[in-house]
Antibody
């Protein structure tokens, strides 16, 4: 059973860039597509975008100008960068694996707080 | 974006009850509809994909139905571990994937 493990900075200052990595454990990043999804406190879930093992990406248009995703097959992980963050970007960020047009495996999430 | 609307936003039920949750899409999404369960402080857990297919390991008391714009998730014989928030999500081709606002199933 594949496991996903996010790692992030926890606290980021406004206008800075947040980088989060998702490690794929007991599975290979070199298959499937991989997504980032976030959840602001008390809110619903928001899909940020996905990346394939070969580097194909698709981003949510609402975040597209600030998002970049990458995949590192040698490290068996993929990453999210979100630039020019504001308080509205404070959320729990999840990585997840695509399977049959859904997400069948999720990481436990990493909380990002944007504050000076 | 395709808007997903869930109703009710919350409901109270007892162990053993049959519970039905509804999800409506702002346009037809065929059968590109998935359901997730989330407990406080935890990541969402995949329950159902493509309207009615159970994810591996999901108990058969969960079932899904619908097509087009209206979908339901039914829990037959609610168990204590089923009290949680349930989200629907559409994955229609070439769209921005979106979630509903969630339905919280609480103890009556």
């Amino acid at each position: 059973q594949v496991q996903l493990q996010e790692s992030g900075p926890g606290l980021v200052k406004p206008s800075e860039t947040v980088s989060i990595t998702c490690s794929v454990i007991d599975g290979s990043v070199s298959s499937f597509y991989w997504s980032w999804i976030r959840q602001s406190p008390g809110k619903t879930l928001e899909w940020i975008g996905y990346i394939s093992y070969s580097g194909i990406t698709k981003y949510n248009p609402s975040l597209k100008s600030r998002v970049a995703m990458s995949v590192d097959t040698s490290m068996n992980q993929f990453s999210l960068k979100l630039t020019s963050v504001t308080a509205a970007d404070s959320a729990v960020y999840y990585c997840a694996r695509h399977w049959s047009s859904s997400w069948d495996s999720w990481g436990q999430g990493t909380r990002v707080t944007v504050s000076s | 974006d395709i808007q997903m609307t869930q109703s009710p936003s919350s409901l109270s039920a007892s162990v053993g009850d049959r519970v039905t949750l509804t999800c409506r899409a702002s346009q037809s999404i065929g059968r590109y509809l998935n359901w997730y369960q989330q407990k406080p402080g935890k990541a969402p857990k995949a329950l159902i994909y493509a309207v009615s297919s159970l994810q591996s390991g999901v108990p058969s008391r969960f079932s899904g139905s619908g097509s087009g714009t209206e979908f339901t998730l039914t829990i037959n014989g609610l168990r204590p571990e089923d009290f949680a928030t349930y989200y629907c999500q559409q994955s229609y081709i070439d769209t921005t994937f979106t979630f509903g606002g969630g339905t919280k199933v609480e103890v009556k």
